[in-house]
């Protein structure tokens, strides 16, 4: 087992990482830039390395900067979260040339997957279900049209290194696509770095449902089952659940067979994620493979009882998978927690966190960051909270996430607490008749602003 690992990320997911790691007897080093300097991942790893300024791109992705942290420090491995280079192969591969353990898959496994045009022509070549769209990247304008023609409009235009919902854009008509092309484009090389697109078929109404695997160097897979993140915003992912509503036993092992298949015709080794789209006939679609931890982790975690986090660990240490996780023992929902008004079009909102009281009881667990007198930055995502909770089924589910919103309390500046408080009272949802497109129509007077 490693002696002491270096998170290279921030906020959350590395102040989760401390506690596995202490946990499991392992030393830690946070890297910060100078706007966490304050942070708790900084006051509560063993050690601490100031990597540049607020700009993620001087030090959350400065890969010579985090290299030279982990060298200095002694690390014998980097564990990158979410976000920033988690997904990124050329930092992968630098961490194998330095003898630093990457606690991810290959380097090779995440181009394969990270490129989203060669992943869809990767697992098509494996027999799993892919939706109409380009088989490379789109070199002009006219060539989206022609092939958007030849499919059927509506389509989407999808960065190929995208990730988060960016580089995302619906183009319903041909009169639409070059100004979408122009903004996906954009996004594309501003969130991703690279302006590749390609183009898709768009599924109207369809459920997000991606299955959680993992797999050892031996060749052992474990399936951890499904999560439903069908509850979007502009394809920002806002709640999770497992298992999914809409799950079927037939459905789930059809879904769970093309999952492992997938994961196999790569070689993959470590924790990953296959995503796909489900239409209303429960026909279902590959989309993209995550390999890294997801936002949404801790519900599988939640219906499981497996930690994935020491999983990680344990698996780029070499360890084998122990037995297969039981089958989801109850029902677990998950919100995200962001700085941003909800009634000004979710704008960010930066700034001093004046008080917080965060809610528990049974069944509740809260991922957090945030303290009473914490300055929100606004150079990185707005998240502040993952709140999780966990019942017998799901209606017992959605009741106690209600109770736990009405009693959080973060004051000082905005969140998003009004508009799941909205969310949970609709009767669709209640249901779990949700889909990504449910909220391009949602009533956001709905929403009550807090007394």
């Not at 789109?138 to 958007?148: M, N, R, Y």
């Not at 997000?208 to 915003?233: N, P, W």
């Not at 929100?376 to 109770?403: E, F, G, Q, T, W």
Request: aromatic share 8%.
């Amino acid at each position: 087992m490693f002696q002491k690992i270096l998170i290279a990320n921030r906020g959350e997911i590395a102040l989760s990482i401390i506690r596995v790691c202490k946990e499991m007897g392992i030393k830690t080093v946070a890297v910060y830039s100078t706007a966490d300097r304050d942070s708790l991942p900084v006051r509560f790893a063993d050690e601490a390395v100031c990597i540049g300024p607020p700009s993620s791109n001087l030090s959350y992705l400065a890969i010579p900067s985090i290299i030279a942290a982990a060298e200095v420090t002694n690390s014998a491995a980097i564990h990158p979260g979410y976000g920033f280079l988690s997904e990124n192969a050329h930092f992968a591969a630098i961490c194998e040339e330095y003898g630093i353990k990457f606690i991810g898959p290959s380097a090779q496994a995440i181009r394969k997957m990270g490129d989203k045009v060669a992943a869809r022509a990767t697992m098509r070549q494996a027999g799993i279900p892919t939706l109409p769209g380009s088989d490379a990247l789109l070199q002009s304008v006219e060539e989206g049209i022609a092939l958007a023609h030849a499919i059927g409009f509506p389509v989407l235009l999808k960065a190929t290194a995208g990730g988060g919902g960016k580089g995302i854009k619906l183009v319903v008509t041909p009169e639409m696509f070059q100004q979408k092309w122009e903004e996906a484009r954009k996004e594309a090389i501003t969130f991703c770095g690279q302006e590749g697109l390609y183009l898709e078929k768009y599924l109207e109404e369809p459920r997000h449902i991606e299955i959680q695997v993992a797999v050892d160097r031996y060749g052992k897979v474990m399936q951890l089952f499904e999560r439903d993140c069908s509850t979007q915003r502009r394809h920002q992912k806002l709640v999770e659940e497992a298992p999914s509503p809409f799950m079927t036993a037939a459905l789930r092992t059809a879904m769970t067979d093309a999952a492992l298949k997938g994961v196999a015709s790569i070689g993959y080794e470590g924790v990953g994620t296959i995503e796909f789209l489900v239409d209303k006939d429960r026909n279902f679609y590959f989309m993209e493979m995550n390999t890294r931890i997801q936002v949404e982790y801790p519900v599988t975690e939640a219906v499981t009882n497996c930690n994935l986090l020491r999983m990680q660990i344990e698996l780029a240490a070499g360890q084998p998978l122990q037995e297969q996780a039981a089958s989801p023992k109850g029902h677990a929902i998950e919100v995200r927690i962001n700085a941003e008004d909800p009634f000004n079009d979710f704008r960010p909102s930066p700034g001093k966190i004046t008080h917080v009281h965060f809610p528990g009881g049974q069944g509740v667990i809260i991922s957090s960051h945030i303290y009473a007198g914490y300055v929100v930055p606004p150079h990185y995502d707005s998240l502040l909270a993952k709140i999780i909770v966990r019942a017998d089924n799901r209606m017992a589910a959605v009741a106690r996430m209600k109770r736990v919103l009405e009693e959080l309390v973060i004051e000082g500046i905005c969140t998003n607490v009004p508009f799941y408080l909205a969310l949970l009272e609709q009767p669709s949802f209640q249901q779990g008749a949700i889909t990504t497109s449910y909220l391009n129509d949602f009533d956001f007077s709905l929403l009550k602003k807090s007394e």
